[in-house]
């Protein structure tokens, strides 16, 4: 796959995830495509933040709300819950603080949406294993010395941090480098191994608040303080 | 209401005269009657729902496009306004009032006072951004129009265009913010004050009454308007524009002539600003700016407002070289409607023109106008 078939993959696959009529800010625009694309088809309301000036401009004079900004300096502005999605796509392992943006994409959003090229795809252990040098492949493309890729992770390292965050995967897609699809979760063995690009959708875990049950009515009005 | 309507030919401008209406004003002060001289561009839809106002900044006036009758030069954004232009009048109504307290036919210190002979001058009360735009929105209403398109301005042009958010969100749906803050900092303050100082020591100032004499404290006037083109250049515009060039001479002076290309050009500045421009003005409009306010306010003002603004887009520009009005600034303002999830862009253009940059060539602020207003344009016409 190409790298614009990538994306357009991608995108096809987050608005599979996204219910209609709902609120979405995704980081890292661009020229405004994908939100484009979920406004058309899913009647959702777009908001988006692009570091790339010329980019930010493209957007906002498509009609786009958008900021021109650094995620990783400007999500502090969005208010608690303010989204019901908020997409990061392709750019997780280009943040300074991936852990910090996680937290803060499910402190905005009621749900996030994450993609990401797996390191842990064969091809990119096979290279690293027989050159002895770090990997270059298509959805990776760049030499180590000028990439903007500075987190590499795999799918493992991905669902530790989340099991570590108290994240819930509520779904998640795997492509293999022939662009086919399947359901991570469902699949077990080799997943890491196969899977060229991973996209998850992610909440937080609901916690039920503790019940205690008594047949006495202990805390009833003044009784606390009283004793 | 009833508005009183004419053309004055000399000014080539439309006057609006507000007779007995009672303005009152921010400071307590009333003022009974009062005028507004406007320009119109373009022609108002059949649904009236393409009309756009632009708001000039301190030294500007109605005359956004076409010829200026008082300088005889070009409108100051002729590049932005007219046919096939980013703010389009084939399709838009574009409106442009000489702001309250300003000196091209509104109603200001240079003007006379109600039923008498005599100008205004140092009692002319004190006016805010605020009354500027309750003026404005009056204009606004006797021209029938329920509701503005866009209200778009820079520097006190955002000023305004930001009150208008504020005070009458009801009557607009857009506004495009370039160059502008919250509020006016301490060291916009400073810069103003020592404008107004440079003009009230001019002895011919003479507490404000220097119309009586015929007179124009000019070197006042002049100096002030040098300072503030300092403010509204960057040094890098500066030194790329003149360095340390001489003007019309081989080798320095040793005197205090205009040795330097930049000296030459700030004198022709100040000499060509006293010919168009009423000192008094000057000193309430400079005073209007400074006064600007809503760091603490703007927040509760969007969130509780009396008037409905949730369907209210904002545009917020920035330049990187502008130090009068820095993109932290501008910043203050996107994230605070971010926190409330408006829906706002922002784009901080990079350029070296510093704050005079929205009145200058730059194609991304084209761009930009050009593509939010059509687009959100055809969003209302669907």
């Known amino acids: ?227 | 209401m009833k508005t009183k309507f004419t053309t004055d030919t000399k000014l080539e401008s439309e006057i609006a005269y507000f007779e007995n209406i009672n303005l009152k004003l921010e400071s307590g002060d009333i003022i009974d009657s009062f005028k507004l001289a406007y320009k119109t561009y373009g022609k108002l839809n059949t649904d009236k729902t393409n009309a756009i106002l632009v708001c000039h900044a301190l030294t500007g006036d109605q005359y956004v496009a076409g010829n200026n009758p008082i300088t005889g030069r070009e409108g100051w954004w002729s590049r932005m306004v007219g046919p096939n232009k980013p703010i389009d009048t084939n399709k838009f109504f574009v409106i442009c009032s000489n702001v309250l307290g300003g000196c091209a036919g509104s109603t200001g210190p240079k003007e006379l006072q109600n039923g008498s002979d005599v100008a205004y001058g140092g009692n002319f009360p004190s006016v805010t951004i605020k009354d500027m735009v309750k003026a404005q929105s009056l204009l606004i209403e006797s021209l029938n129009i329920e509701k503005l398109f866009s209200v778009i301005g820079g520097s006190m042009g955002a000023m305004q265009a930001l009150q208008w958010a504020i005070d009458f969100p009801d009557k607009i749906l857009n506004i495009i913010h370039i160059a502008g803050a919250l509020k006016h900092s301490a060291q916009n303050i400073a810069f103003h004050e020592v404008g107004r100082q440079a003009i009230m020591s001019d002895p011919i100032w003479k507490n404000g009454k220097y119309f009586e004499n015929n007179e124009v404290p000019e070197r006042g006037l002049s100096v002030a308007r040098m300072i503030a083109h300092i403010t509204y250049l960057s040094e890098n515009a500066m030194h790329r524009k003149f360095g340390r060039k001489l003007q019309s001479r081989d080798i320095i002076s040793f005197g205090f002539d205009a040795d330097f290309q930049v000296e030459s050009y700030l004198r022709y500045q100040g000499k060509s600003f006293v010919e168009r421009f009423d000192a008094n003005s000057y000193l309430y409009l400079t005073r209007a700016m400074d006064y600007f306010d809503h760091d603490e306010t703007f927040r509760k003002n969007i969130e509780f407002s009396h008037n409905p603004n949730n369907h209210l887009k904002y545009l917020i520009v920035s330049f990187t070289s502008d130090w009068l009005f820095p993109t932290i600034e501008s910043k203050m303002i996107v994230n605070q409607l971010n926190s409330l999830s408006r829906e706002v862009s922002f784009l901080e253009i990079d350029t070296d023109k510093g704050h005079d940059s929205f009145l200058l060539e730059e194609p991304q602020l084209d761009d930009v106008i050009k593509g939010f207003l059509t687009n959100n344009f055809a969003k209302i016409d669907e």
């Open chain 1, 1 to 227: 796959m190409n790298k614009i078939n990538s994306i357009r993959k991608d995108w096809s696959l987050i608005e599979t995830l996204i219910a209609e009529d709902r609120k979405i800010l995704d980081i890292g625009c661009g020229d405004g495509g994908l939100m484009e694309q979920l406004e058309n088809n899913r009647n959702a309301i777009t908001h988006g933040i692009e570091l790339n000036r010329d980019l930010a401009a493209n957007a906002i004079a498509r009609g786009f709300n958008v900021v021109h900004g650094n995620a990783e300096l400007d999500l502090s502005q969005y208010s608690n819950n303010s989204f019901d999605y908020v997409i990061l796509s392709q750019t997780l392992q280009a943040m300074m603080k991936p852990k910090d943006i996680l937290s803060e994409l499910l402190r905005i959003g009621s749900k996030a949406i994450v993609s990401f090229p797996n390191f842990g795809h064969w091809k990119i252990r096979l290279q690293l294993l027989i050159s002895g040098k770090m990997p270059v492949t298509e959805s990776l493309p760049y030499t180590w010395y000028d990439t903007p890729n500075i987190h590499f992770f795999t799918i493992k390292d991905f669902l530790n941090l989340c099991n570590e965050m108290n994240i819930v995967i509520e779904k998640s897609i795997g492509l293999t480098s022939k662009g086919k699809q399947f359901d991570i979760s469902e699949s077990v063995t080799g997943v890491n191994f196969f899977t060229h690009e991973a996209i998850f959708l992610l909440s937080y875990k609901n916690f039920e608040p503790i019940k205690i049950k008594s047949s006495k009515k202990v805390f009833t009005k003044n009784s606390v303080i009283a004793n």
